[in-house]
């Protein structure tokens, strides 16, 4: 099977890990991104550079989920699916430069944004990452 690798439970899995084709984002009139494609396969080192107001920040939150393309297409290790990209993001690791936690609001009520953020079930996965931490609900 070319282009493939085995995952572990034998199912094949495409070898790519992101590939995006075509992705673009406008806000308003304002074009962020324009038909950007680019593949990093699995176990590929990838990174992302250019001046302020480039397009990092919205392109890297489209990889996550975090906002949809105005076009083009998102592909996760072979997901292409809204279910099957949902699925996938679970496997990719994001450190962002700050925090992202809101200062004003509870660690209970910032877990329940971001299970709003990645479509999680928060009556679930609330008390499991608090407790993680030693933290109760």
């Known amino acids: 099977m070319s282009g493939f690798a085995i995952k572990q439970n034998g199912r094949p ?3 790519s890990a992101i590939k995006l084709s ?21 176990s590929e080192l990838c990174a992302l550079v250019g001046a302020n107001g480039a397009g990092k920040s919205t392109l890297i939150k489209i990889v996550l989920g975090l906002c949809e393309p ?3 297409s ?4 072979g997901g292409k699916s809204k279910r099957e990209l ?3 993001r679970t ?8 925090s992202g936690a809101y200062q004003s609001l509870s660690a209970v009520e910032n877990l329940q944004i971001r299970c709003l953020e990645w479509g999680l079930d928060e009556k ?9 931490v030693g933290l109760d609900v």
């Open 22 to 42: 075509k992705v673009s984002k406008r806000y308003g009139k304002r074009r962020v991104l324009h038909d950007v494609s680019f593949e990093v396969h699995q």
């Open 91 to 98: 496997r990719v690791g994001y450190v962002p430069d700050s």
């Open 86 to 88: 949902g699925l996938m």
């Open 74 to 77: 998102v592909e996760l290790f």
């Open 13 to 15: 899995m495409s070898a």
């Open 70 to 72: 105005s076009s083009g």
């Open 124 to 132: 679930r996965e609330v008390p499991r990452v608090l407790s993680l």
